[in-house]
Structure formats: C-alpha cells, structure tokens
C-alpha cells in the first residue's frame, strides 16, 4: 500500500518508490466505536464522578506545567521539577504521558499547551543513559497513542525518529537487546542508526543479564512503527538483509530466543543473557521484573485480530504454568499470586502484580468455555485480594507489597514496603473487571479510591505518594508520577465512562495505559 508500482515496459535499472504514506482517514474509518465523549441519557452520578476524575487531571497537569514543564516529573511540595535517570537526556516525561489523557479527557486547551511543548521544545537529540524499556512505554507509547486518536503528523514524526535510535540496543549476539542506550548523536557512518548509540545492561541486573519484562514489552510498539513507517526493521529486520551486525533482528526475534530456551517448569524466570540466550538467575515474578511481558503477549494477540497465534499459545502456556505453580490461596480465603525463587515460593504480591486481573480477565474473554469461567473467577479474586491490600489499610490506599506469611493476609509486614507512590494496576483491574462483568463494585472500589487520593495524596500544587498507607498522617514523598497522569487517572476515568470510549474492541492499552489500535484484519475501506 502506498507503494510505486513499476510502470511495465519502464527502465529496471534504478528502483523507483514513491514514499510510504500511512492512510489515517482509512484508519480511522476502520473503527467501530467513536473514542471519546459523553452519552445521551447516562447516570448523573456517575457523570459527575467522571468530571471529578477530570478535575483531578487538570489540577495534576496545571501544577506540572506551572513548575516543572519541560522537567520529566513534578515535585508538588517543593514546586519545582525533578529529572530522574531513566530516561537519558529526554526531557517532557509528563508532557508525553498526559497527551493523550487530555486528549480524552476532553481537555482541550491543556492538550494544546502539551502539544505545543511537543513542537517547540521536544528534543531528541540528547545524551545520557534512557532505558530501552521506559522511553518505549511512556515516550514511543503516548506518542503513537496520540497520533491514532488526533493524526497530527508531529506525534507519528517524533515516535518514529525517537523509535530508530532505539534499535542499536538490538545489536547483541542474540539480538534480545539491553537494557539501557544513549540516545545521543554520534557518527556519521551510511549505517549510522547502527552506530549512534551505545547499548549496556543495568549495573544491579545480574551478570548483564536483559530483563524479562523491559525486552518482553516492546511489541506493541514496535509493530506500530513498522505499521506507520513502512519500515519492517522495527517488527523484523530491514528488508533484503540477513540479521547481522548491520541488521539487528526486531522484536519477533526475541520470541524466537525465548522458544528455544528451556523453561524451568513452564516458568519464564526474570533474567535472561542477551549473549548467550540462557537464564542467569531463576526468579519468576508476575510484579515487578516479569509483569508486563506477560501482559505484551496476550495483547500482541489481540492486536493482531487474533491472529498472532504464537502469542497466544505462549500467553497460554504461561498461564498454565503460573496457575499451577504461582498461584496460592491464604488460610483466611484469599486469592494471590505467589513469587518463584528457584523453585521456592515467596508469599508477596507487589502492588506491580495487581495489574494481573486485568489482564486474566480480558484473556478470559476469549477463551473457550470451561477456562473462561476459571479465568474469569481467578481474574476476580485476584481483583478482590488487591482490593483487601487498600482496604486494610487506614489510608485505604494499598501498599507497594504485601504478605501471606507469618500470620499475615494482604498486608505489608516491612517498613519499606508500607509506601504508595500513586502507581495504577489496582484501579486498571478494576476498569477491565468493570467493562468485563458490569458488577457495580468496581465502580464503587474505584470511588474509594478517588476519595482516598483526594484525601491523603492531593496537596496544595498536585498529587504525591505517600510513604506509608498505614497511617492517616502521611507523609509525603514530593512525587507526582508521570505514571499518574498516563495510566491511574485515565483508568479511573474510563471506569466511569460508557463501554464505547476506548472501546476494548477498537483498541488494547500498552502497558503504560497509552492506547494503539487493534488491526481490523475485516475491516474494507
Ligand atoms: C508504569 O510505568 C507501567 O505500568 C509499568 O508497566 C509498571 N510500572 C509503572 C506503574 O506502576
């Protein structure tokens, strides 16, 4: 498509193509639901529960950019901006991670500031250490999100430019990249996207080991910009050329890598050597370190309309395996998911594993009969247990993990595990829990969590953590996450809005809760 064909007859000698052009209005036709908006005839409560919801954005977003705009983060208590180390010199974390939230939310003049700062002030071309894994989540994701809802060109130009320069990370002897690259602009070699940046593995990762959910969360992404450019390198490799060190293999590869390599007990651990393709350290953990890859298959599933058939057998089989291996329940009933230390179980759930009942739920969906009901009562207790971590606590916000050991249910049992940093995965479940089953106490879950937010975590310039659920008199960590503004406020959001406003059916969410379209493989122009 969009490809010069050879006029018959015409000289072969020199090849002639006309540049790749992405069809948006044919894209846009493709959906089935509108995106955004208010319906006729809906419930005035839970109307005026969504417009708090956007209230609580605009404060969020006004305090950022009256003290830190062009910083990544906001610092509300001391009002100014903070920088952070995981995105190298790249700058605007909030401003990319807000675009499309606002955007949603209806929020026009603010989704114009944000995308002024976009066009003016948005450079690239900067040095320091990013993570691979961050910068495509909260960068490449919020910017192809928001080109896909508004097809302004400077979102796709800037995900695609910002996309290359993440590709020498790929460059390893088996192509499962590192973790960290700078972005900076080096060299001027003809193959110089090869050359321009540095790859390393993060010091504290085990024998510079890559991580199982920064490598195993790039798919989505990446299929886009092959999508949008016209360039397979990003899904693939770069046509008419063999993976080499000119050539990096793309993301496909890295399932290819992960098929081969034996899996103890059907398990993915969270440490894999991107040299020799082997695990460096067996811990599986559906939280932190695993989380989304398990997400990124499932959804790479549903994106393709079904028809990436590899991921879903892995997403199967993963499944499988934790189910029968992770998956615990405590003697006062409740429902979790364990951790897995060569062959030894942790019985901790962080609050970074809560995004799983989301996702069972939503592959549930589309199983066959007799799982699907499995998978959908698993998805709701895990819910459920999730929900019991916030409300046992006074805060009624939930702790960054809690326990099933030593006489507790769902509860932190260490200092450094009683903070709240804002994160989401709670309030994401309810939202797939809520669209999924309508039981009205998701909805009602959610609320408390609103008020709770507004109680113990809204200060006089924006939202920030709390370092301990466990008392009413919290203390504040001067944090306000660009993860706040991208995924739990929109969560919340669209769990008080109609089925259709994003509609499941149109798009799936990366795992920073910036929205990419699903592929209508039926879909005629
Ligand atoms: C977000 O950046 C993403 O949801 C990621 O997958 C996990 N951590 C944060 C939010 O907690």
Same mark, same amino acid.
């Not at 886009?224 to 899904?235: D, I, K, Q, R, T």
């Not at 989380?291 to 997403?315: H, N, P, R, V």
């Given at each position: ?7 018959? &007859? ?43 919801? @956007? ?64 066009? *003016? ?34 979102? *796709? ?39 321009c940046g540095m790859s390393w593995s993060w010091g504290?990762?085990?024998? &510079? ?50 098929? $081969? ?37 499932? @959804? ?27 998956? @615990? ?11 897995? $230390? ?28 007799? /799982?699907?009901?499995?998978h959908m009562e698993l998805a709701a207790e895990i ?30 049992? $260490? ?7 804002? $994160? ?16 009205? @106490? ?8 609103? *008020? ?5 975590? /809204? ?28 995924e739990t406020l929109k969560y919340l959001y669209l ?31």
């Amino acid at each position: 498509e969009g490809r010069a064909q050879p006029a018959s &007859g015409a000289p072969p000698a020199r090849e002639t193509r006309a540049p790749f052009r992405f069809d948006y209005e044919r894209f846009r036709r493709s959906l089935r639901h509108p995106v955004r908006g208010g319906r006729p005839g809906e419930d005035p409560e839970t109307r005026a529960r969504r417009m708090k919801i @956007k209230e609580m954005m605009k404060f969020a977003w006004d305090n950022y950019k009256q003290y830190a705009l062009g910083k990544n983060e906001l610092r509300p208590l001391t009002k100014n901006g903070h920088i952070g180390n995981m995105f190298g010199g790249l700058r605007g974390a909030t401003v990319i991670d807000a675009l499309d939230t606002l955007y949603i939310m209806e929020l026009e003049e603010e989704f114009q500031e944000a995308k002024e700062w976009v066009e *003016k002030s948005f450079d690239l071309n900067v040095n320091g250490e990013a993570s691979l894994f961050e910068v495509n989540i909260r960068y490449i994701g919020g910017l192809l999100a928001t080109y896909y809802l508004t097809g302004e060109e400077v979102f *796709k130009s800037k995900a695609l430019e910002l996309g290359e320069k993440l590709l020498p990370a790929f460059n390893t002897p088996t192509g499962i990249p590192r973790g960290v690259i700078n972005l900076g602009r080096q060299g001027t070699h003809p193959h110089k996207h090869f050359l321009c940046g540095m790859s390393w593995s993060w010091g504290w990762a085990s024998a &510079g080991s890559s991580i199982l959910a920064e490598f195993g969360t790039l798919h989505l992404e990446f299929l886009h910009l092959s999508e949008l450019s016209g360039n397979p390198v990003f899904a693939e490799k770069a046509s008419n050329s063999q993976p080499g060190p000119l050539h990096p293999p793309g993301v496909m590869n890295i399932r290819r890598v992960l098929n $081969r390599v034996e899996k103890p007990q059907g398990l993915y651990p969270n440490f894999l050597s991107p040299v020799t393709g082997s695990w460096v350290q067996h811990h599986v953990s559906i939280g932190g370190l695993g989380d989304s890859f398990y997400e990124y298959l499932i @959804k790479s599933w549903l994106m393709s309309d079904k028809k990436d058939s590899e991921a879903k057998k892995m997403y199967d089989d993963a499944l499988e395996a934790i189910e029968k291996h992770l998956v @615990k329940k405590s003697a006062g009933g409740l429902t979790y998911i364990a951790e897995w $230390r060569g062959g030894i179980l942790d019985h901790k759930m962080g609050h970074l594993a809560c995004f799983s009942g989301g996702m069972i739920a939503l592959g549930a969906e589309h199983a066959a009969q007799e /799982r699907r009901q499995r998978h959908m009562e698993l998805a709701a207790e895990i819910t459920s247990t999730c929900h019991e971590s916030y409300a046992r606590s006074d805060t009624k916000l939930g702790p960054e993990a809690f326990r099933f050991d030593a006489g507790s249910e769902a509860m932190a049992t $260490r200092l450094s595990e009683r903070y709240y940093i804002l $994160r989401p995965e709670v309030v994401e479940s309810y939202m797939y829990l809520w669209r999924l089953t309508h039981d009205p @106490k998701y909805r009602h879950w959610g609320w408390e969590v609103v *008020k709770a937010l507004e109680k113990h975590c /809204r200060v006089e310039a924006g939202f920030s953590g709390i370092r301990d659920v466990y008392t009413t008199t919290p203390t504040h960590d001067n944090m306000q996450q660009s993860f706040f503004l991208a995924e739990t406020l929109k969560y919340l959001y669209l769990l008080f809005c109609e089925d259709d406003v994003l509609s499941l059916e149109d798009w799936v969410f990366n795992t920073e809760a910036h929205p990419l379209p699903i592929n209508h493989t039926d879909f005629k122009a």
